[in-house]
């Protein structure tokens, strides 16, 4: 009756079939079950299409027209008869005819007798996808169950008034998951609008959620957001890493990396003067763990990075959480994993004891760190005056070339580096806050701190982080 094919909207909207039937899985779904939940939507629609525009359930009829903006029960001239519209909708969704010749299905390619035209297809209206029509042909045949599942779509992804999001997971337990907690917010909106569903969520939060019922095995997911809009339609893709499952379990089992996620999340939250939540820190942490295909973007590893040279704002243990969920990540997710102690101490060997104030040394390493470059040179200078100290530098080039190589994602290495000596500092007890005595000194000191602070050699280059 129903299959969950490859095309994302397409098996989104299974997944919500399934779900809505209280069926484990799209291949359960019975006839019986079609009707149900094909009797659900039309009803759906039905009443929304005729609320009143300052009423709650209006807002399931914004949801609508963001996906099918030319349908019946969308259009501006549609009329305010709830049984008519009602009648329309369910005519879309009636089984096959016995008689006429089949095609195989757009979606699943089970044979279909009903062609759809692109007014009743989400992210078919667009003048790309005429084009796609060979002259002549009505429309794209398409199968009663994938029928009804393109219109449960909007019951199975997160939905805005203008857009929606839907997930697709190498586990199927994940997408199942999220079509389940959105559907319940669904009819949370088709009741009581959008001001009834909580503040500052996103589909990502909601991805997470779903990713944590799969466990810790490999799992590669991807969101797709888009937009079905007449004049311009777009679409929007990003992914999570296949460890990501792996790093969440591993996060969820351990007590300081579950508390430095959680200081992430009320880092990232964002409150208006009276209290109420603008942005939400847990929407946000969610979202660094999605890239977008163009590799553009914040990452996780960025933004802890970000807050951990705020020196003055952790406590020791608070330090140290954040820097375990930075190390954690990279070893989980990408598999890096660099031997930081011997060119940390050195750093901070040479904050500590070089000449000037530590702040001082501090900003100029804050300042030449993640520049494979000047860290080269940074290091060399202080392994030179440690040793005109009569100090031991520990360890030479060869041990810090990794941390100084121009080729990809050396940035991070780099990152981890100064989270380590971040993390020595606060374990030694040097007070980097406290500026330095001699007035020249710390105007200096003060102007390098000041300084915007410039994340990868590609930000040096192209100016901004
Ligand atoms: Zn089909």
Request: charged content about 25%; hydrophobic content about 40%; aromatic content about 8%.
């Amino acid at each position: 009756m129903l299959t969950a094919t490859g095309h994302p909207l397409q098996r989104a909207g299974a997944w919500a079939v399934a779900v809505m039937a209280d069926r484990r899985h799209p291949g359960e779904v019975t006839t019986a079950d079609l009707d149900e939940v094909a009797r659900t939507i039309g009803d759906d629609a039905a009443r929304a299409a005729v609320a009143d525009k300052t009423d709650a359930r209006y807002d399931w009829w914004k949801v609508l027209f963001a996906l099918y903006p030319n349908s019946k029960v969308t259009h501006a001239g549609r009329t305010r008869d709830r049984s008519v519209l009602g009648e329309a909708l369910a005519v879309m969704f009636v089984p096959d005819e016995a008689t006429g010749t089949a095609m195989p299905c757009t979606f699943c390619g089970t044979p279909a007798k009903t062609v759809w035209a692109k007014s009743t297809l989400p992210m078919f209206d667009t003048n790309k996808a005429l084009n796609t029509l060979p002259p002549g042909v009505r429309g794209w045949p398409v199968c009663r169950g994938c029928r009804i599942a393109m219109w449960a779509l909007p019951y199975g992804s997160w939905v805005t008034a203008g857009s929606a999001t839907v997930l697709s997971c190498e586990r199927p337990q994940a997408e199942r998951e999220f079509a389940a907690q959105n559907v319940k917010r669904a009819r949370r909106i088709i009741h009581a609008g959008f001001s009834g569903s909580s503040a500052g969520g996103r589909p990502e939060l909601v991805a997470l959620r779903a990713l944590r019922t799969v466990g810790s095995g490999l799992s590669a997911t991807t969101l797709w957001s888009f937009k079905n809009d007449n004049q311009e339609p777009w679409l929007r893709v990003t992914r999570t890493r296949r460890a990501v499952p792996a790093f969440l379990a591993t996060v969820d089992g351990n007590a300081p990396l579950r508390r430095g996620w959680r200081l992430l999340e009320l880092a990232l939250t964002q409150r208006e003067k009276d209290g109420r939540l603008t942005v939400s820190g847990q929407g946000e942490a969610a979202r660094l763990l999605f890239e977008a295909e163009d590799g553009r973007g914040r990452s996780l590893l960025r933004q802890l990075h970000h807050l951990l040279w705020d020196t003055e704002r952790w406590t020791r243990q608070d330090r140290a959480s954040l820097t375990r969920l930075a190390f954690a990540y990279e070893k989980e997710v990408y598999g890096v994993e660099p031997d930081l102690t011997g060119v940390a101490t050195l750093i901070t060997d040479w904050i500590e004891h070089g000449s000037g104030s530590p702040r001082g040394r501090l900003a100029e390493y804050r300042n030449a760190g993640l520049s494979g470059y000047r860290l080269g040179g940074l290091l060399y200078q202080a392994s030179f005056r440690l040793k005109l100290d009569g100090r031991t530098a520990g360890v030479g080039p060869d041990a810090w070339r990794p941390f100084v190589q121009q080729r990809p994602r050396a940035w991070e290495q780099r990152m981890l580096l100064a989270a380590e000596v971040l993390r020595m500092l606060d374990q030694r007890g040097i007070a980097v806050s406290s500026p330095p005595e001699d007035p020249k000194e710390r105007e200096q000191v003060e102007q390098l701190v000041q300084q915007p602070l410039l994340a990868t050699d590609d930000d040096y280059y192209f100016g901004g982080a």
